[in-house]
């Protein structure tokens, strides 16, 4: 019995993908490609989500930069031949998360998330996805 657990330990540890902590400077992230395809449909329940690159420990800037994020988020990220795929796990206490029907362009007065990606590898140009 304990050999059968430990083995099914074995799997899930091996086919878990990388964990990166922002907050202990693990800035450089090596996002896996998976050849597979699945459904956009806002779960992250397919096993695909297990072999993604895991971002954690993010920090705030506002009003304290570089400060421990108050609430807990988690981002999968990996890459298919036709697209890349963001999954966003982010944790607040209940009653608190603001989010609105906002225009376009206007969704600052809510908790929102945004994601850079520096296709030019300069560090000074990003295009920016923003949702609330």
Do not use: C, K
Not at 7 to 33: C, F, K, M, Q, W
């Amino acid at each position: 019995m304990i050999s059968a657990a430990l083995s099914l330990l074995e799997a899930v540890v091996s086919t878990s993908g990388p964990v990166y902590r922002g907050i202990d400077r693990n800035l450089r992230v090596d996002i896996p490609r998976i050849e597979v395809s699945i459904a956009i449909d806002g779960e992250l329940s397919e096993p695909v989500w297990e072999q993604a690159a895991r971002l954690t420990g993010f920090s705030q800037y506002a009003p304290d930069d570089g400060r421990a994020a108050t609430d807990e988020t988690e981002v999968l990220v990996w890459y298919s031949p036709s697209a890349i795929h963001f999954g966003v796990r982010a944790h607040g206490r209940p009653g608190t998360v603001r989010a609105t029907l906002a225009d376009r362009d206007r969704i600052d007065n809510d908790d929102w998330i945004q994601i850079y990606l520096g296709t030019f590898n300069d560090g000074r140009q990003a295009s920016v996805i923003g949702v609330n």
